[in-house]
């Protein structure tokens, strides 16, 4: 399978700030998430950023969690990031950091669409809580094009 391919670069202060999820493949994090997916990034001093992750369960608890990310490699492109949600003191253990690298973002940050190498894993993510279907159809078809199997794919509902 093909390298999988990412934006060109990305302005992390414009991509800084809330993003609600419009749909994604199936994963173990999220599987006590049921609706009002959303995540919050802030630019950090140390050039890292701080990610707040939120979502519903099923009785109506609010779960959040919090974790870091930074850029995956000095030597760019900045649109291949790693996170983790570990706690800090075991951020030296290689293998609390996961892949997120950001495949497309729209020109106006309107969406973004984020994955990772193995292609497991796939985030189409907008500003607001609802995104036309021309373009999601067009994220989506960009993605199987990418090697995306979506058969599994789910739509986030947003509640409030």
């Not at 994604?24 to 994090?29: A, D, E, M, T, V």
């Amino acid at each position: 399978m093909d390298q999988l391919r990412v934006a060109d670069s990305v302005d992390l202060s414009r991509y800084a700030g809330t993003w609600y999820e419009i749909a994604r493949l199936p994963n173990k994090y999220q599987n006590d998430c049921m609706s009002d997916v959303s995540a919050t990034y802030s630019l950090l001093d140390d050039g890292s950023v701080k990610v707040v992750n939120r979502c519903l369960k099923e009785h109506g608890e609010v779960s959040e969690a919090e974790g870091r990310a930074r850029p995956a490699s000095s030597h760019g492109p900045n649109t291949k990031l790693e996170v983790r949600f570990a706690p800090g003191i075991l951020s030296f253990l290689p293998f609390v950091w996961g892949d997120y690298w950001i495949i497309d973002v729209a020109s106006d940050y309107s969406y973004a669409v984020v994955g990772e190498p193995d292609r497991k894993y796939l985030w189409v993510l907008a500003r607001s809580k609802e995104m036309d279907e021309a373009t999601l159809n067009e994220i989506l078809a960009a993605a199987k094009n990418q090697g995306y199997d979506l058969t599994t794919m789910i739509r986030t509902k947003h509640t409030k």
